[in-house]
């Protein structure tokens, strides 16, 4: 039973347009988002994190949104740069199952020159 | 400032051997997270560790696999008795002690098994 899912695999994008990368989850008790960045033969990069208890976090051209109601996240990457083509992965923890990050399976998104 | 190391990147191992994987973390983190990633999957949980301490090893098989994290040395994952299914990339993850939902991930290591 996937408790976090990435429902689109793949998302191409022009150089200078927005990304928007999405994630869905079930488990409610899930309190703590991150958003992880990977490239082939690397280990995911940490890019931005977002609490339950907010909506929205913001660091330079990369945006979290949390839709609590509709278990919802999403990922808004402006303007998107040939640099950013990688796997992201969506990750959730909940502060009553100790400390284990639950990703989801990645969504690898190209951004053409 | 160095980053969570892991070696070694690569492991070919034959059916029926062990593999040692080892973790150690970034400076000043005392929290280690094993994570396995099967190929087009996302990373699973294996096993949280502190110092000399395991904490949750909730993801891990019950048979073959083990971790530990001493006193003094690096993170160690160790797979016993091989088998295909064990080829993965295997990424170590580390935390302030404060901020354990912020994980710093090494860069893997990919073990094939022959």
């Known amino acids: 039973d996937q408790q976090v899912k990435q429902n689109s695999p793949s998302l191409s994008v022009q150089e200078g347009r927005i990304s928007i990368l999405n994630c869905d989850y079930t488990n409610s008790m899930f309190d703590y988002f991150l958003w992880y960045k990977k490239y082939p033969a690397e280990g995911p990069t940490f890019l931005i994190s977002?609490?339950?208890?907010?909506d929205k976090n913001e660091d330079g051209r990369f945006t979290v949104f949390l839709n609590k109601s509709a278990k919802h996240l999403s990922l808004h990457i402006v303007p998107s740069q040939p640099g950013d083509s990688a796997v992201y992965f969506c990750?959730?923890?909940?502060?009553?199952?100790?400390?284990?990050?639950?990703f989801g399976g990645g969504t690898r998104l190209m951004v053409k020159p | 400032n160095a980053g969570v190391m892991q070696n070694p990147r690569h492991l070919v191992r034959r059916r029926g051997q062990e593999a040692r994987l080892r973790c150690s973390p970034m400076k000043g983190h005392s929290h280690v997270y094993w994570y396995r990633q099967l190929p087009e999957e996302g990373l699973k949980f294996m096993v949280y560790?502190?110092?000399?301490?395991?904490?949750?090893e909730s993801g891990m098989p019950k048979e073959r696999f083990s971790a530990e994290f001493p006193k003094e040395g690096p993170s160690i994952l160790r797979i016993q008795q091989v088998v295909r299914g064990d080829s993965a990339a295997y990424f170590c993850?580390?935390?302030?002690?404060?901020?354990?939902?912020?994980?710093?991930f090494g860069p893997g290591t990919r073990l094939t098994v022959t």
């Open positions: 977002i609490s339950s208890i907010k």
């Open positions: 560790l502190q110092k000399e301490n395991i904490i949750d």
């Open positions: 990750a959730a923890s909940a502060d009553n199952a100790g400390n284990m990050l639950t």
């Open positions: 993850a580390s935390s302030l002690p404060g901020l354990t939902y912020e994980q710093y």
